[in-house]
Antibody, heavy 121, light 109 residues
C-alpha cells in the first residue's frame, strides 16, 4: 500500500525559498498513471491546491502561485518535491502531499500526514 | 475561477442525520468528492464521483449531486464523525484544476 511522507524545514525566513520533499513508500513513483500533488492549508482555514506532477514529469500549477512554484520528481529516490520562492507570512500553513486514485478519478485518496511550515524571521 | 460554497457549521445529535451542502454553478455536471478532516490529521476521502465510497468508508456516508448543489449525508451520526468536511471538484473550465469548498464543521451535540 502506497504511503506518503512529507519532510523539510519547519521554519523559513521571509523572501526565502520553501523546499519540501514527499517520499513515496510501498510503490514506485514511476508506476501506473498518477498525479503527485501538493496541497496546503493555512492554520484554521481551508485546503488549497498548489500543483501536481504527472508520472511522465509534466506539471500543472495553481495560477495564483504559478510564478513562484516548481514541482519536480526524483525517480531514483522515489520522491517528488516542492519549491516555493519569495515566501511571505501568507505561505505559513500545513503542506500535504497527495496522490489520486487509479482510473483517472480527479480526487485524492492517499495523503501524507502533513508538515507545518512557518514563515517568520 | 470556480467557487464552491459550504455552510460554516452543521450541528447534529447522535443517531440523527447530518446533511452538508456544497453549492456551485451547475455543479451537477461535475464529479464531486468529499473529504473528512479531523484536527491535526490529513483529510480522508469519504465519497468520490458524487456517491461512491472508497473501501473502508461506512455505508452511513453517502452523496448526491444535482443542479447547483451537491450533498454529503451522514446517517446515524456518531461522536467520531465530528470533523471538518470539504467538497472538491475538478474545474475543467479553467486552469485552477482542483477546487475545494470552504469547509463545514460538523459538531455532534
Amino acid at each position: 500500500q502506497v504511503q506518503l511522507q512529507e519532510s523539510g524545514p519547519g521554519l523559513v525566513k521571509p523572501s526565502q525559498t520553501l523546499s519540501l520533499t514527499c517520499t513515496v513508500s510501498g510503490g514506485s513513483i514511476s508506476s501506473g498513471s498518477h498525479f503527485w500533488t501538493w496541497i496546503r492549508q493555512p492554520a484554521g482555514k481551508g485546503l488549497e491546491w498548489i500543483g501536481r506532477i504527472y508520472t511522465s514529469g509534466s506539471t500543472n500549477y495553481n495560477p495564483s502561485l504559478r510564478s513562484r512554484v516548481t514541482i519536480s520528481v526524483d525517480r531514483s529516490r522515489n520522491q517528488f518535491s516542492l519549491n516555493l520562492t519569495s515566501v511571505t507570512a501568507a505561505d505559513t500553513g500545513v503542506y500535504f502531499c497527495a496522490r489520486d486514485p487509479p482510473r483517472g478519478i480527479d480526487a485524492f485518496n492517499i495523503w501524507g500526514q502533513g508538515t507545518m511550515v512557518t514563515v517568520s524571521s | 475561477s470556480y467557487v464552491l460554497t459550504q455552510p460554516p457549521s452543521v450541528s447534529v445529535a447522535p443517531g440523527q442525520t447530518a446533511r452538508i451542502t456544497c453549492g456551485g454553478k451547475n455543479i451537477g455536471s461535475k464529479s464531486v468528492h468529499w473529504y473528512q478532516q479531523k484536527p491535526g490529521q490529513a483529510p480522508v476521502l469519504v465519497v468520490y464521483d458524487d456517491s461512491d465510497r472508497p473501501s473502508g468508508i461506512p455505508e452511513r456516508f453517502s452523496g448526491s449531486n444535482s443542479g447547483n448543489t451537491a450533498t454529503l449525508t451522514i446517517t446515524r451520526v456518531e461522536a467520531g464523525d465530528e470533523a471538518d468536511y470539504y467538497c472538491q471538484v475538478w474545474d475543467n473550465n479553467s486552469d485552477h484544476f482542483y477546487v475545494f469548498g470552504t469547509g463545514t464543521k460538523v459538531t455532534v451535540l
